[in-house]
């Protein structure tokens, strides 16, 4: 599988894993597709995998991936953008059409609580 992670989403991952997580823990990452910019995201900080998680090392970072999120997520490059009304993970993928309706869009709004 290829997937790379950018620094400021590395610098953010390896944040949340310091905070909430454990030894052997890891980002549990499910995608699904969704809305014209491709990808949705859900994502939490857990102890182990689940059952047919896969487990991906980036960085020394450990991702929990299920196998449709595999599947979405091969040859993405994962992105953290953050500006002054929202932050979150960005998915750049270069296989991905474009549809004309905008850009890249923010997946996930996680301003609330971690600054």
Do not use: W, Y
């Amino acid at each position: 599988m290829r997937l790379s992670v950018t620094l400021p989403a590395e610098k953010f991952i390896k944040r949340l894993l310091r905070f909430d997580g454990g030894p052997g823990g890891g980002l549990r990452l499910r995608v699904t597709a969704g809305g014209c910019s491709g990808l949705a995201a859900e994502f939490s900080v857990e102890d182990a995998p689940k059952a047919g998680d896969a487990v991906i090392e980036i960085s020394g970072m450990r991702l929990f991936l299920p196998a449709e999120s595999r599947l979405l997520l091969d040859g993405v490059t994962i992105d953290f953008a953050e500006t002054p009304t929202q932050s979150g993970f960005v998915f750049h993928n270069p296989n991905q059409k474009a549809c004309g309706c905008g850009p890249s869009v923010v997946i996930a709004d996680l301003s609330a609580g971690l600054r």
